[in-house]
């Protein structure tokens, strides 16, 4: 089995509101094995994006993770310096965004902003960074790499200008690439281009993706392994296959209902009842208690641990613990 | 390397126009701009005739070349003064001065304008308090009387006149930062939490580069226009510093200290040729950068028109 490049352990990241604290990212550990796509889902809000800049160590005030470690190969990013982190990220760790309209500094051209990370992480030349940086835009499928070299970021389209990020965030070859809903804001046809050109990498370079995405259908089309995410904690942990056939969680198994089928006409769209809970006043219960249908009394009580079941299947409910309506 | 995907699909995306930069677009407009343009073209002038001017001119300024206090004739255009100098000799070198001290002062508080507004608007916190509130206790003495104390401790500790021109153009243009950069911390403070900042986070840039490299070029619209404003400021500011005697002192030729000839009412009443060249030229100055100022924002930051 793969080595783990990325194990999460026990991650905790705050924010520091006038409200009071978030615990966005509470108590969070999972694993992303090396050349594995990792998704992790959930709705929004509900400590996604946070858990992927903690691993870049990117929280900004009043954001902060004062607790757990994030093992990189063996060695913990929380404790490395600065100047050593700087060296992880765009190097060994890469990292796309939502928004490719504005991911783009505007008065840069293209050629340049592909360049700069091979010139400070590779050390390349300016003539050899651009030889390397007209094979990325070839490589991310964009015809007359040259042309758009020289070109500015308000003359192409969404969809070109996120094939232009992945081809930044590749260019030095990283063992991650994050990507935090990289197709949300394009259109459907140029998402799933997206999507294929993500599958291509990943065969091609080995190249480890956590995806992030709240979009199940994009989960069942590139997914390896799955975290499911709630009021930021790991509610569920499976291999794609058996997460689809076999969800535990009820938070999961609504969101699977809640997936439009695609040529099926449903006359309502399912949703799960009821609203993702204030963040700054949870408490010793299971998050989802208010929601979920099969809420018992030790549901409000006590949380549920994230237990290890048969096929590398985690969950936390108290549905499957023996003691649970005790 | 193979490619990772056929390329065909995205022959529809291309961009149709061969690529044009922003600069090149601003400058297309400003072209269009028949006043910014004519402002242009004065400054040009201006320009050539303070640097090339003197080359052509038969008379030197260390020496008498005619007799003192006569007006125009065919020989001094311009007349000459007191002193026997050709007039326009001197208006052209004292064109220069004040050019250069509008030229300098810009570069003196656009280096410290944009530099200190960018580092508060990046870093924020402390670092923001500090340099804002200095800027706010700039901003809130007024700069005439302040100039006017520095000019006569200058005179009172006798600084050189050839060397006191420096200190007039950085005196001048460390006067003027606080409002440039008030504004570029505005913008920076907007820019740092746009997406394209995040991106360039997640490469492992130190903060030098994402600052100077990433965040001010983002900026330089409206530096260009505060810059060009400026230079109108320094040079204006120059003129009324020289004409009250602590600017720029003689010998050194200045437009405002050539003017102050019009203090004495002999020479303001009959020798108006010794300051109204001098005149005339600081007008035109000042009005054709204040268009070209005008027409850069114009171009340049379609938001900030009225
Ligand atoms: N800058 C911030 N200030 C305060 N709270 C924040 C900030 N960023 C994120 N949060 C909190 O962290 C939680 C998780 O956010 P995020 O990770 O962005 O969610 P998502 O899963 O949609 O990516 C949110 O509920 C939000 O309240
Ligand atoms: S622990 Fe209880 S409330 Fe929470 S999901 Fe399971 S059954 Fe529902
Ligand atoms: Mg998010």
């Not at chain 2, 800027?135 to 520095?150: E, H, N």
């Not at chain 2, 006149?161 to 606080?178: A, E, T």
């Amino acid at each position: 089995m793969a080595n783990n490049l990325v194990e999460f352990r026990n991650l905790r990241t705050n924010f520091y509101t006038s409200g009071g604290v978030v615990k966005a990212v509470n108590d969070v550990s999972f694993a992303i094995k090396e050349g594995e796509t990792l998704c992790v889902v959930g709705e929004s809000g509900c400590g996604k994006s946070v858990t992927a800049m903690s691993l870049m160590r990117l929280v900004s005030p009043p954001g902060k993770t004062e607790g757990g470690q994030i093992l990189y190969n063996g060695e913990d990013l929380l404790t490395l310096k600065e100047r050593q982190m700087r060296h992880i990220r765009g190097n060994e760790i890469a990292m796309i965004f939502q928004e490719p309209m504005t991911s783009l500094n505007p008065v840069f051209k293209i050629g340049q902003q592909i360049s700069e990370p091979l010139i400070i992480h590779k050390g390349m030349t300016k003539k050899e960074a651009k030889k390397r940086s007209i094979e990325l835009i070839e490589l991310v499928g964009i015809p007359r790499a040259a042309q758009i070299f020289d070109s500015y970021p308000h003359e192409l389209s969404g969809g070109m200008r996120q094939r232009i990020m992945i081809a930044i965030a590749l260019s030095c070859d990283p063992k991650l690439l994050i990507a935090d809903e990289p197709t949300t804001a394009l259109d459907v046809t140029i998402q799933a281009q997206i999507l294929d050109l993500m599958r291509n990498i990943k065969s091609e370079f080995k190249t480890a993706i956590m995806l992030i995405t709240h979009d199940l259908g994009v989960v069942a089309e590139m997914a390896d392994h799955v975290v499911v995410m709630y009021a930021g904690k790991v509610i569920e942990e499976a291999p794609v296959h058996e997460l689809f056939r076999n969800p535990k969680h009820p938070y999961t198994q609504g969101l699977l209902r809640a997936k439009p089928i695609i040529n099926q006409r449903q006359s309502r769209l399912y949703t799960i009842p009821g609203q993702v809970p204030n963040p700054v006043s949870l408490g010793n219960n299971c998050y989802f208690n208010d929601r979920c249908e099969h809420c018992m009394s030790i549901c409000v009580d006590k949380q549920p641990p994230l237990n290890t079941y048969e096929n590398r299947h985690k969950a936390a409910c108290w549905l499957y613990e023996k003691g649970g309506e005790a | 390397m193979a490619q990772a995907v056929d390329t065909t699909s995205t022959n529809a995306e291309m961009p149709k126009t061969k690529p044009a930069s922003p600069w090149t677009l601003a400058f297309r407009q400003l072209r269009r701009n028949k006043i910014a343009m004519s402002g242009l073209i004065v400054i040009i002038m201006m320009f050539l005739i303070c640097f090339v001017g003197p080359f052509l001119s038969p008379y030197s300024l260390e020496t008498m070349s005619g007799p003192s206090n006569k007006g125009p004739s065919a020989s001094h255009w311009l007349g000459t003064d007191k002193l026997g100098r050709d007039i326009l000799l001197r208006v052209m070198l004292a064109g220069r001065i004040s050019l250069l001290v509008g030229l300098v002062a810009m570069m003196v508080s656009v280096a410290i304008g944009s530099t200190l507004g960018a580092l508060a608007g990046y870093y924020r916190g402390w670092v923001d308090t500090i340099i804002m509130r200095f800027a706010d206790i700039m901003l809130s003495i007024p700069a005439l009387p302040l100039l006017i104390i520095l000019g006569a401790v200058l005179s009172d500790i006798q600084v050189p006149p050839d060397q006191r021109i420096y200190l007039v153009m950085f005196l001048l243009g460390f006067m003027s930062w606080p409002g440039l950069a008030r504004l570029v911390r505005g913008q920076i403070l907007t820019l740092r939490e746009q997406e394209f900042m995040q991106a360039a986070e997640v490469l492992g840039l130190r903060d030098k580069r994402k600052i100077f490299r990433h965040l001010i070029p983002n900026t330089i619209p409206i530096i260009i226009v505060v810059a060009t404003l400026s230079v109108a400021g320094a040079i204006l500011m120059e003129s009324v510093l020289s004409y009250l005697g602590i600017g720029v002192v003689p010998p050194t030729p200045s437009w405002g200290n050539m003017i102050s000839a019009a203090n004495n009412l002999i020479d303001f009443k009959k020798r108006p040729w010794l300051w109204i060249p001098p005149g005339v030229c600081i007008f035109m100055t000042v009005i054709a950068i204040n268009v070209i100022g005008d027409g850069l924002r114009d171009a340049l930051d379609p938001k900030m028109k009225k």
